[in-house]
């Protein structure tokens, strides 16, 4: 099943966009949180996946993203009621979560905002945590966006209309590959080699490039709110026994969500489990371990593991 260009009027009149890939008879549904600047075509990246185990995943744009309204002066703490209204137009009760990067902050304001018996387990892949938890070993350009866009939104939108935005808009689709192409220079090598790939790139092309389909000025919220304070603490997020359960997946040589990140969200987030990829960056082990993650997504409903931390190595190798 894939219907890519699907929408919802929300109680408050704004749109909300969203793409459904995965099995056309469901056993489960995921709600898809994509990364940044991204949109719900990222979803499709976990198709072939979710159809193998009988999952629907359902991708929403964030406001201002893809083909959704811009919501003036959005919170985090706002997007979990756009979730609840989008499974209830839907007819879904029982879900799961999956974050991905910079979807990370919408997952854990989902588990902080959802009712438990509603939101059956989470994960976050890659994720983005608060800046004040450090951001030692980021590229230099993920960093800069993080200062300044709190401080000056409108700057930090121009800036990426200039380098994305524009090219998202000439006529000649090349134009706007080779810019997307130069942003991820300084990603991991991995990383790099996994984007490329011919089943990945015209994905990744697409979902980035429908980021800027109204402009950038929601991706100039969103960083806005990446790098400012989320309106909660992680300590204040319950998870684990009793509550619900969020598994963390990162690369320990993560460029964009240094693991330093991610290891000082798991001390605040005592009840999760942390699953650390020895030698992945940010993005590669997504497509090739998107199983592995699915399946420990579902298996861990209402079920808890004693363990706190687990290390995985990976041997398979892209062809």
């Not at 990945?200 to 919220?221: C, I, N």
Request: hydrophobic share 35%; aromatic share 10%.
């Amino acid at each position: 099943m894939q219907q890519e260009n699907e929408s919802l009027k929300l109680p408050d009149g704004r749109k909300l966009s969203y793409a459904i890939y995965g099995s056309p008879v469901p056993q489960r549904t995921i709600i898809y949180l994509h990364g940044y600047p991204s949109s719900r075509y990222e979803g499709k990246l976990w198709h072939s996946s979710c159809a193998t185990h009988n999952i629907r995943l359902i991708a929403p744009d964030r406001p201002g993203n893809g083909l959704s309204t811009f919501q003036h002066n959005r919170r985090i703490l706002d997007f979990p009621a756009d979730i609840l209204a989008l499974t209830e137009h839907l007819k879904i009760h029982q879900f799961y979560v999956l974050g991905v990067a910079e979807g990370a902050p919408y997952a854990l304001a989902c588990i902080k905002e959802i009712p438990k018996e509603r939101l059956l387990s989470a994960s976050i892949v890659g994720g983005l945590y608060p800046v004040k938890l450090g951001t030692s070993g980021m590229i230099l350009p993920s960093r800069i966006v993080l200062w300044i866009a709190p401080w000056m939104t409108s700057f930090t939108a121009a800036l990426f209309d200039n380098k994305m935005g524009r090219p998202s808009r000439n006529e000649d689709p090349r134009v706007f590959e080779d810019a997307l192409s130069r942003e991820v220079e300084n990603w991991h090598p991995g990383d790099q080699k996994a984007i490329r790939c011919a089943n990945v790139w015209p994905t990744f092309v697409a979902m980035t490039k429908e980021s800027f389909h109204q402009g950038s000025e929601g991706v100039g919220w969103e960083a806005k709110l990446n790098g400012s304070e989320w309106g909660f603490e992680l300590a204040h997020v319950h998870v684990g026994e009793g509550e619900v359960p969020l598994t963390l997946w990162h690369g320990k040589d993560d460029r964009n969500s240094p693991i330093g990140m991610v290891e000082r969200a798991k001390e605040l987030l005592p009840g999760c489990v942390l699953r650390l990829k020895e030698g992945e960056g940010h993005f590669g082990f997504i497509s090739r371990d998107a199983d592995e993650i699915l399946e420990d997504l579902v298996r861990r409903e209402g079920k808890e593991e004693k363990e706190e931390f687990m290390m995985v190595s990976v041997t398979q190798v892209y062809e």
